[in-house]
């Protein structure tokens, strides 16, 4: 018995102060509250019926990006793919773990009338959600301090115009071009996780990330980015971190009055004590292996950019000066829908192509991982303006067979054999996959971009 | 020692001592006034300035000297302080008011900055040129601002959020959150305009220090109470007002301050809705909005092809819905470093071509729709010597043609005929993020 009653949150008195204690009883309305918000978070945090997840996270390769989707786990009891991607629709497991908590909790409440405070539970509760929130955050904190997360918009990108690009590519690319200011950003999110971890610091962990976070739901919707619910969850563990401080800085703050610390600390047996020595070691392991990973995919290859490097000696943006197809030489234009107006070749094996043709565009966000370059698609997705093709080079007969990284147009294939007359031309003959025959005189343009330029001297473009 | 030199540092950053505020206050219009002169003395904080910097000195740390300059000065006037005044233990009354100032100047400047986002001036909709600028061919600063511009709401939110700071500042026990949104935001701000090269970074800093230096005294009993689990009390003194007319003029204070600066510039916002980018108040050829191709075009009555190289040639045309006409050429203007503009005169309204390259020329005009004349003069300030005069034919309401006399006394003859793009940028969005304003 003295065992379990040393379990209990003990509360110290302090000598000084004459107000004595607040009383331990909860109001019935805490009581009901808490035992509701216990089983929502419970329901939503872990992956209790979804016999998937397991079979995932034993058969998942171990890179940064697959162990970012397990960090952004949300049980599915309606799978995402029956559900709508926007609208209140999207947070249909919300409902469901809504509705099941209340049911659970009114039979909760008719077994254990007598209970007059959870104070213990409380605190344990407070334990999961905060390392819940820890690892989601320290997650997406690494993958923008090392900026794979939100990569630099690639030469292709920097050619295609403003208007082409849907809203969420816009917002990554005004983010992509300042990588370090996107790496402040991830800092912010793992310093408010390792405040987070510590109880004593967790309240001001979760005030800084509330901030945070609120900021990034917003985006969320107002870009159609698509991670709306996640960053929602987040959101909704950080305001429940942050409520257990919230009414003494309130009393402190708004209030103004000497105010009582919280006079509950958990006095832990040793062998809970364990626990949380192997719960904060966990924490510090998995950050550590998270943060080496993604810094060794950041110097290596990121995992939204093609891996292979591109056809050497090619990198640039090219003026297509002479153009034949099918024998035909046709000049400049910006009409005629056969015409190349100017190629890409990519730092890796990516050649994009501006042609008046309409373009389907990717509509994923091109944020999965894919060991595949052909399928790795965060180049195109949600971008119009150009066609993209990912290539291999045989450099011994110099010939580049390319295929269209739409999967709207995977039929489109080229078969072109290449060869460097001097530095800054390239000749491109051979045929697409309808055999009508392409001949093309590549120049390289060294452009001048105003991104690069910037405001801080005078400059003529 | 500490609050003497931080008294006299608010004073610095709070009160204005350059001599061209007060000429400028008072010769404002009050008949016409609008809400960019009031919003600008609202928002006009900041350190005097001791040195002038050269333009290269304002991007890095050295364009901060003005504040630090002042923060060294009111650190000599506060040892002079204490020499004179050695017995004094505490300036309680004195450090509610300077605290008093900090707070006011700091709401009402935020608020008249979070008004510009409330009511979504400050970031518009790109205009049809961006729309067909590429992405590399604009400078950073364009980038991040034209960014918040394309999502409305968002715009909408991020004033609020900066609004509530403000009011929140307003009362004095709302002060202490007021000061932490504050420092959040604006230190969020500053940081993002070092990376942006937004221009705006010590102006924003000095908000956040004003915010820092309002929640500090907080700040040890936060720690007491949150990480030492220890009973607190607030770091907070409040002289009694127990003089009627003390009261009475505190009350006058706040309700003069909050109908000036809370509510009479709420009203010249929504009153104005023009905003301060574009001259939407211009006649314009009417129904011709739009991207169009160049069908054909001739110089001096000799057909030249279309070429990316060509220096002469338009590759297309823009008509805006202002009286802006864009076209691209290959041929290099000089670019504009600033961002202002602040006038309602179209050619000094800047902002549609500042910072953006890759060969699109801004030509302002005029119209005469009797002669149907187009008056067009090169929006660039470098570049304003350059004007056309061209007579327009509309055939059908998708053609337009134009010819006279180009900026090089050429005479022209161009067929546009419209471009009916559909942007990606306003497909597949969510009904919701269909557009507010115009």
Redesign the interface.
């Given at each position: 018995m003295a065992r379990t009653k040393s379990w209990l949150l003990i509360h110290i008195l302090?000598m000084s102060?004459s107000e004595i204690s607040p009383s331990t009883a909860w109001k019935q309305w805490e009581i009901d509250i808490f035992r509701f918000t216990f089983l929502f978070i419970i329901l939503l945090s872990f992956p209790l019926l979804d016999y998937k997840f397991y079979t995932t996270l034993f058969s998942t390769e171990i890179n940064v990006r697959s162990i970012l989707d397990l960090t952004k786990y949300l049980p599915q009891y309606i799978t995402e793919i029956a559900l709508p991607k926007?609208?209140i629709g999207s947070f249909a497991n919300w409902g469901v773990s809504t509705i099941v908590a209340i049911i659970l909790a009114t039979v909760w409440r008719f077994y254990d009338k007598n209970k007059r405070e959870y104070n213990k539970l409380y605190y344990w509760l407070r334990v999961i959600v905060r390392y819940r929130l820890a690892i989601g955050l320290i997650a997406y904190g690494f993958v923008k301090f090392f900026p794979l997360q939100v990569p630099y918009?690639s030469l292709s990108?920097?050619?295609?115009?403003?208007?082409?690009?849907?809203?969420w590519k816009?917002?990554y690319?005004?983010l992509g071009?300042?990588p370090?200011?996107e790496s402040?950003l991830g800092f912010v999110e793992i310093a408010a996780s390792v405040l987070l971890v510590f109880r004593?610091?967790s309240?001001?962990g979760a005030?800084?990330i509330i901030?945070f976070l609120g900021n990034v739901v917003?985006?969320n919707?107002?870009?159609?980015i698509g991670d709306h619910v996640y960053s929602s969850y987040l959101l909704l563990l950080a305001l429940l971190v942050f409520a257990y401080?919230a009414p003494?800085?309130y009393s402190?703050?708004?209030?103004?009055?000497?105010?009582?610390?919280?006079k509950y600390?958990p006095l832990l047996s040793s062998k809970t004590k364990h626990v949380r020595t192997i719960l904060k070691v966990a924490f510090a392991l998995f950050a550590l292996t998270f943060g080496l990973l993604a810094f060794r995919n950041y110097t290596g290859n990121p995992y939204l950019l093609p891996k292979n490097p591109g056809l050497s000696g090619a990198y640039g943006f090219y003026?297509v000066k002479h153009f034949v197809f099918n024998g035909d030489t046709i000049?400049?234009?910006?009409?005629d829908p056969n015409r190349w107006?100017?190629v890409v070749f990519e730092k890796w094996s990516t050649l994009s192509l501006k042609i008046a043709r309409p373009i389907k565009?990717d509509?994923t966000n091109g944020d999965e991982w894919h060991d595949n370059d052909l399928d790795r698609n965060y180049e195109l997705a949600?971008?119009?303006g150009r066609h993209y093709f990912s290539y291999s080079a045989d450099t011994v007969n110099h010939t580049l067979h390319l295929k269209n990284k739409n999967k709207y147009y995977k039929a489109e294939k080229l078969e072109l054999s290449y060869s460097f007359p001097n530095d800054s031309t390239i000749i491109l003959s051979g045929y697409t996959e309808k055999k009508d025959t392409i001949y093309a005189l590549l120049e390289r343009i060294n452009k001048?971009?105003?991104?690069?330029?910037?405001?801080?001297?005078?400059?003529?473009? | 020692m500490g609050f003497r030199s931080i008294f006299v540092f608010v004073v610095f950053l709070c009160i204005p001592f350059d001599p061209l505020f007060y000429s400028g206050l008072f010769s404002i219009d009050w008949t016409s006034l609008r809400w960019p002169t009031l919003a600008g003395i609202a928002s006009g904080l900041g350190s005097p300035k001791w040195v002038n910097l050269n333009?290269?000195d304002q991007?890095g740390l050295l364009s901060y000297i003005n504040l630090l300059i002042s923060y060294i000065i009111s650190f000599l006037i506060a040892v002079i302080w204490s020499i004179l005044d050695k017995k004094r233990r505490s300036y309680s009354t004195l450090f509610y008011w300077i605290l008093v100032i900090a707070r006011y100047r700091a709401a009402y400047g935020i608020i008249a900055w979070g008004y510009k986002k409330l009511i979504p001036y400050q970031m518009e909709l790109?205009s049809i040129s961006?729309?067909?600028?590429?992405?590399?061919?604009?400078?950073?600063?364009k980038?991040?601002w034209?960014?918040v511009g394309?999502?409305q709401?968002?715009e909408i939110?991020l004033g609020f959020a900066e609004v509530f700071a403000g009011i929140l500042l307003l009362f004095r026990?709302?002060t202490?959150?007021g000061a932490?949104?504050l420092f959040?935001i604006l230190m969020n701000i500053a940081?993002?305009n070092h990376?942006?090269?937004g221009?705006v970074h010590v102006h924003s800093f000095t908000f956040a220090l004003l915010g820092l230096i309002i929640l500090w005294p907080?700040l040890p009993?936060?720690y007491?109470?949150?990480?030492?689990?220890?009973?607190?009390?607030?770091n907070?003194y409040y002289p009694s007002f127990h003089n009627n007319w003390v009261k009475y003029i505190r009350y006058l204070f706040k309700a003069t301050g909050a109908s000036v600066f809370v509510f009479f510039l709420f009203y010249l916002f929504i009153k104005d809705d023009l905003g301060y980018r574009f001259p939407y108040e211009q006649p314009i050829l009417k129904n011709a909005t739009g991207r169009y191709?160049v069908t054909e075009f001739r110089v001096n009555n000799q057909i030249l092809?279309?070429?990316?190289?060509d220096s002469v040639r338009w590759?297309?045309a823009i008509f805006e819905k202002w009286c802006t006409l864009t076209f691209k050429v290959n041929r290099?203007?000089?670019?504009d470093?600033d961002n202002q503009g602040n006038s309602r005169k179209s050619i000094e309204m800047r902002f549609e071509y500042a910072?953006?390259?890759?060969?699109r020329h801004y030509f302002d005009y005029q119209i005469d729709t009797i002669k149907q004349l187009l008056y067009l003069q090169n929006k660039n300030r470098a570049h304003r010597d350059q004007q056309q005069i061209l007579h327009y034919e509309r055939p059908n309401k998708d053609r337009i043609i134009l010819s006279g006399i180009n900026e090089y006394k050429d005479s022209i003859y161009v067929v546009l005929d419209r471009n009916k793009?559909d942007?990606?940028?306003?497909?597949?969005?969510?009904p919701t993020?269909k557009i507010i304003r115009k």
């Open positions: 302090k102060n926007w609208g918009p990108n920097l050619h295609t115009n403003y208007g082409d690009f849907y809203a816009i917002y690319h005004t071009i300042v370090k200011y402040f004593k610091t309240t001001i005030g800084i901030g917003i985006v919707f107002a870009y159609d401080d003494r800085l402190l703050l708004i209030k103004q009055q000497k105010t009582l610390a919280n600390i003026d000049p400049y234009s910006l009409t107006q100017n565009i509509p949600g971008t119009g001048r971009y105003m991104l690069f330029e910037g405001r801080r001297k005078p400059v003529k473009l | 333009p290269e991007w790109p961006y729309l067909n600028t590429p992405f590399g061919d604009f400078r950073a600063q980038l991040y034209q960014g394309i999502a709401h968002y939110f026990r709302t202490s959150f932490a949104l959040a940081l993002a990376a942006y090269e221009g907080q009993s936060i007491q109470l949150l990480i030492h689990g220890h009973d607190a009390e607030p907070i191709d092809p279309y070429s990316p190289f590759q297309d290099k203007q000089q670019m470093l910072g953006v390259g890759g060969g793009h942007y990606p940028l306003y497909q597949n969005r969510r993020n």
